[in-house]
């Protein structure tokens, strides 16, 4: 080591040998520990309002997050609402009417099979032309019912959300749901009627009251 750089080293030596020889009067010391402790209680409260900080920014969120909530579930249900009420005016589709038109047919085919069985022990009596007679006499029926129960001039303006109610009704129609007019025969149905009696040699059925 050079001259200058030995000069500098014993030069800081002597400076920390002076620093450790320094003696601390009893107020400084004291007064270096009130700081102390204030700056710790300035701590401990700036970590309180920290955390009150926290809650509180917590708390408006959790309220902000309701309100949101509470404004969406608002606005789905005016969305619902529209959704009904545009489907409250949606009437049965193509392959919708056709199904019931199907289920009609169907249901009124077996009415007239339970109306000849009742009437002359046998659901084929009278043959082909009379049970079409009678058919037509009952399917009309059957439609007229299906108006009447969903208040509509035409079973195919039924409501598309009506459909399952529809079809439901239309299956559980029975004979003695059916007016009365429906199951008697009308003078033209009893002319096809005997027609076929005539043709087998059988009594003819006399026209009704």
Known sequence: MNKHGMAKR????KRNNQI?????SPELVQML???QQTLQEGQTQQQRINKAMVEVFGNLTNESKREIKAYTDAQLGRVDERIDRIEKMI???DGEAMMLKQTASKKAAQLVKTILYRRFGNSDYGGHEFFN?????VIRTVYSLLKHEFNVIKYTAILHVQFQDALDFTNQITVDSLPAKATRLTDKQIEK???WEERHGLSLTP???
């Open 20 to 24: 450790k020889k320094i003696k601390f």
């Open 193 to 195: 009627l005997n027609e």
């Open 33 to 35: 520990a009130e700081q």
């Open 91 to 93: 009437p049965l589709t």
């Open 133 to 137: 007679a009678k058919y037509g006499h």
């Open 10 to 13: 014993n030069s800081q030596i």
């Open 207 to 209: 026209k009704e009251d």
